[in-house]
C-alpha cells in the first residue's frame, strides 16, 4: 500500500516538496516563527473584509427596499391629497351655488333666525360689524333676546344695502367648516398610520425621518392653526387685519384720553406735599414728571411696559413746565432722596482687599427701601433716557452732575450701572460734540462709579475707559492733543484705584503691544510696520509710561517696568531711519520718565547716541523756507525736509535736550 502524503505546514516545505529551494529569507522567517504569523493576519484580513463586504450589500440591499417603499408611500400620498383637495373643491362650489339660490329665494332671513345666540356665526357678524362701524361693540347677553333681534334686523338691512359679498359669505361658512371638518379627520387617521408604522418598524421610521420629513409633519400647519384661520377665507382674513388695526388705533385713542397734562401748580403741589410730609405719593409723583421731561418728544407707544394701562399717563406740553420741571429735578432730587432715605452724607472708607472707596452700608439695607426702591429705580431709569437722547453740551454737563450725585443709588441696579457707564463714556470719549465740562463731568461719574460699585465694576471701568481711549487716539494733531492727553490723565487716575486690577490689564495690554512688534520683526513687511509706527500704538504706550511713572512705589505695578522698557526699546529700533526720529525720541522720553520715576537704569543714552549718529545730521543742510512740523506732533518728518537745515536744528536740538535728560537722572549714583 501506498504510504500517506505528510501534511505540508509553511511555504517553505512547500518550495522543497516541489523540488525548489527556499529562500534565505524564507527559511529564516520559518524558524523565527514570524511566516506562520504573517499568513495568518493575511487571512484573517481576508475575512474580515468578506464580512464587511457582505454587510455593505446588505445594508444597500435594506436602503433599497426603503427607497421602493417610500416611492409608494409617496405616490400614494400625493393621490390622496389630490382626491381630497377635489372633493373640497366640489363642495365648497356646490354649497356656493347651494347659498346662492337660498338667498335669492328669500330664505336668509329664515336662516338667520333659525341660528343659536352662542353660535360662531354670530360672533363674526358682530365683529364685522364693529370693524365697520369704528366702534369696539361686545355681544349682548344670552337673556337680552329683544335687543339681539334689533340688532339681527339692522345687521340685515345694512347687509341689504351694501351688497350681496357678505351675505354669500355667511351661508358658505356652515358648508366649509363641514368640509374642514372632514379634511381634519383625514389628517388625523394619516396621523394614526404614522404612529402605527413608528411601533412596527421603527428603522423605517428612522429612514422617514432623515429622508422624508414632510410626510411625517403633513397636517402640523393645518392643527396648529386658529379656528379663526380654518374658518375663514382671504376676505375674511382682509376683515380681520382691518378690524385688528381698528382696535389698535382704539386703544391708542384712549390712551390719549387718559393722558393728563402737567402743569406748574400741580408740579409745585408734589413738591410742597414732599417737603411737609416726606411721603411715598409725592416722591412717586415727583418721579412720574420727570419721566414726562425726560419722554418729551417721545410717541405714545414708546411708554414702559412697567406702566400699568389703568395708570394714567402724564405729559408735558409747554415749554415752560418742561424746564421747570427738569431744572428743579436735577437741582434737587438727589436731596429728595436723601431726605426720604434719611442718609447722611456718605464716610467711605478704604476696602481692604482692593483699595476701592465703599459705604459702610448699602441704600438697599435702609429700612424705607422697601417703600422707595421703585421710584428710586424709575428715576435712575428715566435718568439714563435722557443722558442717552441730550445733545446739547451745557444740558448734558448739568446731567452728568446730577448723575455723579446719583451714583450711590446705583449700587443695588448692576444693569443700570452697566448701561450708565457706556452713557458716561460715549460722552468722555466724544472729542467733537461734548464740551470739555461736560467730558468732566463724565469722567467723575466713571470714576465714582468706579469706587461705589463692588470690586468686579472696577475691572469693567478700567476697560472701558481704556478701549475708548485707543478708539480716540489714532491720529494727533494740533487741535486734539489736549483732549487725548486729557483722556491719558483721566486712565492714569482710574489705574489707580486697585493695583492689582491695573497690574492685570497692564500685563493683557502691554503684551499685546508686544505681540504686535513681534509680529513686525517676523514678517517685516509694510502692513506690519505700518501696525507699531502708527499714533495708535505709539499712544498706547505712553499711556502706560504715564500709569507707571505714577505708581511706582506700588508692588503691583513694578514687575511690568521691565517689559514696558523691552518694548519700547525695540520699537525705537525696528526701523533706525533718520526719517522715524520723531517716533524714536516719543520712546526715549517715555523710557526716561519711568526710569526716573521708578528708579531703575534704562539704557537711553545709548539709543540717543545712535540717533546723534545718522547720517543725515552730519552733511550740510539744504537751505529752505518751509517750516517744519512740530516733533510732539509728528512720528516721522516728510522726505523733502530731511536734509533741510531747519530740520537738522530742530532734531538735533531735541536730542540734545533728551540726552541731558537721560544722564541727569543717574548723575548723582556712583555707577554715573
Known sequence: RRAPRKRLHCAGERVQAMGKKAAKATIRLQKSGELKKKIDRRRKTKSTRQNMRAQSERREERLE??????????????????????????????????????????????????????????????????????????PAKKGKTKGREAERKEAEDKSEEEGDDDDEADGTLQAIQESSGNFRSEIAEHKAELEELRKKDPEFYQFLQENDEDLLAFGSDEEGAPEANEEGDDDDADDDDGSSGAKASKKSQRKRDRTTEI???????????????RSVKALKGLCKCFRAAAHVGDSFEGEDASDSAAEEAMRIKTSKVFHRVLSHSLKNMANYFDTFFERQPAEFVAAAHTGIAKMPRGIHSNRRWKLGGAAVRSYLSHLLHLLSTVTDPAIAAAVLSHVRQ???????????????????????GNAAAASHDARLQAFMVIYDLARHMPYPFVGLVMKGAYLTYTRNAKFVNAKNILFIRFMRNCIVELYGLDSAEAYTHGFVYIRQLAVHLRNALRKKTKEAFGIVYHWQYINCLLVWADVLARYPSESELRPLVYPFCQVATGVARLIPSTRYLPLRLHCARAMCKVSRAAGVFVPVATLLVDMFKSHELHIKGVPSTKIVPPLELALKLPQHLVRTRAAQEAVASALGSCLADALAIHAETIAF
Do not use: C, N
Open 263 to 277: 402743569s406748574q401748580e400741580m408740579f409745585d403741589g408734589f413738591v410742597q406735599d414732599f417737603t411737609t410730609s
Open 65 to 138: 427596499r426603503a427607497r421602493s417603499s417610500t416611492d409608494r408611500s409617496r405616490a400614494q400620498r400625493a393621490a390622496e391629497e389630490s382626491a381630497a383637495e377635489e372633493a373640497l373643491e366640489r363642495e365648497e362650489r356646490q354649497a356656493a351655488e347651494a347659498a346662492a339660490d337660498e338667498f335669492f329665494e328669500g330664505g336668509f332671513e329664515k336662516m338667520m333666525e333659525d341660528l343659536p345666540s352662542g353660535s360662531e356665526d354670530d360672533g363674526i357678524d358682530s365683529e364685522s360689524e364693529g370693524a365697520e362701524s369704528g366702534e369696539d361693540e361686545r
Open 406 to 428: 446719583m451714583v450711590p443709588y446705583m449700587v443695588p441696579f448692576e444693569k443700570i450701572a452697566r448701561r450708565m457707564l457706556q452713557a458716561s463714556l460715549s460722552h468722555w
